[in-house]
């Protein structure tokens, strides 16, 4: 099958990988949407996961279940799927009680397993496929389903860690999709005021769309924009000096 392989500082491309063996907990999934993060094209730029290298790259995808273990209870063959973002190893207790991110060892960012690859291939292995894998409701497209992977899922995982209450002010510095995602995260959660810092005028308009109830420039921004400059987070929070944050 073919894979987009991290093949050396600045080089990635499609080759020839073979096909992931599974378990009687795992399946294979073929992926009909998937979105590039960030975190692939820093990886291709700097080789800053050096375990990736020669590794099939990617984390965001969804897809149709090829083949499953004789465990899998949950899934069938055919089923319309979300494949996981955090590639953590479910089975340990750390990782069940929160520290998911510490132990992703089935990533191939941080697995020294030659053998654990990512999503940008024609077939993905997804281990405890029960633990790991989410149906896609019919009525919502694929293009739709691979936005909630990473994106909402972080900016909504952020919003959860914050423990936001009803009527508090909060600040999302930078609104792209997880960015984004964090307002709407926070409108739902009942923030009384939700300040977003960005420039582009689209992204901005969304974050209205979205529940921002005032949007401002960074001080350093270039973009030519019509919305204040923030000076500092207290001149838009009432002077609170006190504040909390998750990165």
């Given at each position: 099958?073919?894979?987009?392989?991290?093949?050396?500082?600045?080089?990635?491309?499609?080759?020839?990988?073979?096909?992931?063996?599974?378990?009687?907990?795992?399946?294979?999934?073929?992926?009909?949407?998937?979105?590039t993060c960030t975190?692939?094209?820093?990886?291709?730029?700097?080789?800053?996961?050096?375990?990736?290298?020669?590794?099939?790259?990617?984390?965001?995808?969804?897809?149709?279940?090829?083949?499953?273990?004789?465990?899998?209870?949950?899934?069938?063959?055919?089923?319309?799927?979300?494949?996981?973002?955090?590639?953590?190893?479910?089975?340990?207790?750390?990782?069940?009680?929160?520290?998911?991110?510490?132990?992703?060892?089935?990533?191939?960012?941080?697995?020294?397993?030659?053998?654990?690859?990512?999503?940008?291939?024609?077939?993905?292995?997804?281990?405890?496929?029960?633990?790991?894998?989410?149906?896609?409701?019919?009525?919502?497209?694929?293009?739709?389903?691979?936005?909630?992977?990473?994106?909402?899922?972080?900016?909504?995982?952020?919003?959860?860690?914050?423990?936001?209450?009803?009527?508090?002010?909060?600040?999302?510095?930078?609104?792209?999709?997880?960015?984004?995602?964090?307002?709407?995260?926070?409108?739902?959660?009942?923030?009384?005021?939700?300040?977003?810092?960005?420039?582009?005028?689209?992204?901005?308009?969304?974050a209205r769309q979205?529940g921002t109830t005032?949007?401002?420039?960074?001080?350093?921004?270039?973009?030519?924009?019509?919305?204040?400059?923030?000076?500092?987070?207290?001149?838009?929070?009432?002077?609170?000096?006190?504040?909390?944050?998750?990165?």
């Amino acid at each position: 099958m073919k894979g987009y392989v991290l093949q050396g500082k600045g080089e990635a491309a499609w080759q020839e990988v073979p096909v992931p063996e599974i378990g009687p907990y795992d399946a294979l999934v073929r992926p009909t949407a998937v979105a590039t993060c960030t975190t692939d094209v820093h990886a291709i730029a700097t080789l800053a996961f050096p375990n990736a290298l020669n590794k099939v790259i990617g984390h965001e995808a969804v897809g149709v279940v090829d083949t499953i273990g004789e465990l899998v209870k949950d899934f069938k063959v055919g089923d319309r799927v979300v494949l996981p973002a955090i590639l953590a190893d479910w089975r340990n207790p750390r990782a069940q009680r929160g520290e998911a991110k510490h132990y992703q060892t089935n990533s191939p960012y941080m697995s020294p397993d030659p053998a654990v690859g990512g999503s940008f291939s024609e077939l993905v292995k997804a281990v405890d496929a029960d633990m790991v894998l989410a149906h896609i409701p019919d009525a919502v497209t694929d293009v739709q389903a691979v936005m909630v992977d990473d994106m909402v899922a972080t900016g909504f995982t952020g919003v959860e860690n914050m423990e936001i209450l009803v009527g508090e002010v909060v600040v999302v510095l930078g609104i792209g999709p997880v960015g984004l995602m964090a307002v709407a995260a926070a409108a739902l959660r009942g923030a009384g005021r939700i300040i977003a810092v960005g420039s582009r005028p689209k992204t901005v308009e969304l974050a209205r769309q979205y529940g921002t109830t005032t949007s401002v420039s960074s001080p350093s921004s270039s973009t030519e924009s019509s919305t204040p400059r923030l000076s500092s987070p207290t001149s838009f929070t009432g002077g609170t000096a006190s504040a909390r944050a998750w990165t």
